[in-house]
């Protein structure tokens, strides 16, 4: 078993903000894959499902982003999990938009959810890095992370969380090789 957590903040407000793109990439994982409905556990909405003969647990922690590493710790435990079983998916300000990286382990680069995370479970979970770019200035950070993206970047953002979905059967063989170039060959169709 997996366990597959999507960053985000609760609540209507921060639907469409570039920090809550990790909440964004586990619904259309669900949806594409369709997993079972959203249950409230370990302090998430939590899915099941299975993805390449995978089973998955796919989480959205509730408890905000500065605390997301409670719930993920919760599940882990309940499922026996190490970190090396954990894959996050976040927003990263040092990412062209609509970029992704995939590493293991890792600093916290100053993101609050990968720090809450690494301080309770570890960093040797797979991180998938979702470029939502930098605004150029650091005084502006804030506001660009917790802005909703802008009407001209919903196309590419639906492109590319349709193209984590479509190809996350690489992701649960553990090709994280073949996850990046089958995504970015989706993505070149339809430049």
Request: net charge neutral.
């Amino acid at each position: 078993m997996q366990l597959w957590v999507g960053l985000g903040n609760p609540g209507a407000e921060h639907s469409m903000q570039r920090h809550n793109v990790g909440f964004m990439v586990a619904d259309a994982i669900a949806e594409v894959h369709g997993f079972d409905a959203t249950r409230s556990r370990f302090q998430s909405w939590a899915q099941m499902g299975r993805i390449g003969g995978e089973k998955i647990l796919l989480l959205k922690p509730a408890t905000y982003m500065n605390k997301s590493g409670q719930a993920i710790g919760e599940a882990m435990r309940f499922y026996k999990l190490g970190p090396e079983d954990v894959t996050v998916f976040y927003d990263e300000l040092d990412l062209e938009p609509f970029k992704i990286k995939v590493r293991r382990g890792g600093g916290t680069a100053g993101h609050n959810g990968i720090r809450s995370t690494d301080a309770h479970i570890g960093n040797e979970f797979r991180r998938i890095r979702i470029g939502i770019g930098h605004p150029g200035n650091k005084t502006r950070v804030t506001r660009h992370v917790l802005g909703n993206y802008a009407k001209a970047e919903i196309e590419p953002l639906t492109d590319l969380l349709g193209a984590i979905a479509a190809e996350a059967d690489w992701l649960a063989k553990g090709d994280d090789a073949r996850f990046l170039n089958e995504v970015a060959l989706r993505l070149q169709a339809t430049d």
